[in-house]
């Protein structure tokens, strides 16, 4: 199974940008999947997650009204929208699949140890 990030980049305090997350290898699309960050001298976090049907979304209080994850089966493939971009936002960001298909509660989505394949991760850098 391979996961594979794209999309980060550098933009200036209120700009936008899509991360895309191509997965392959996986043997069906009945997987949640969330996406993470790391900032430098900080611990991974969870940013927001998605169960396998895409109907139900899961996101950290800082992010809310601002990130938006989707995903697209036929594609094997999930976005995070990220609109109104701050520079508390610089991170690498990471996707990962779910060994489960849907969350009961937001403390399932953000549980790390329930994401059994990651990607390599993408820096996205928000300038002041």
């Known amino acids: 199974v391979q996961l594979v990030e794209s999309g980060g980049g550098q933009v200036q305090a209120g700009g936008s940008l899509r991360l895309s997350c191509a997965v392959s290898g996986r043997t069906s699309n009945t997987y949640a999947m969330g996406w993470f960050r790391q900032a430098p001298g900080k611990e991974r976090e969870f940013v927001a997650a998605i169960s396998w049907t895409g109907n139900h979304t899961y996101y950290e209080d800082s992010v809310k009204g601002r990130f938006t994850i989707s995903r697209d089966n036929a594609r094997n493939t999930k976005y995070l929208q990220m609109n109104s971009l701050k520079p508390e936002d610089t991170a690498v960001y990471y996707c990962?699949?779910?060994?489960?298909?849907?969350?009961?509660?937001?403390?399932?989505?953000?549980?790390?140890?329930?994401?059994?394949?990651w990607g390599q991760g993408t820096q996205v850098t928000v300038s002041s």
């Open positions: 990962a699949s779910n060994r489960y298909a849907n969350f009961a509660t937001m403390e399932d989505a953000a549980r790390t140890d329930d994401y059994d394949y």
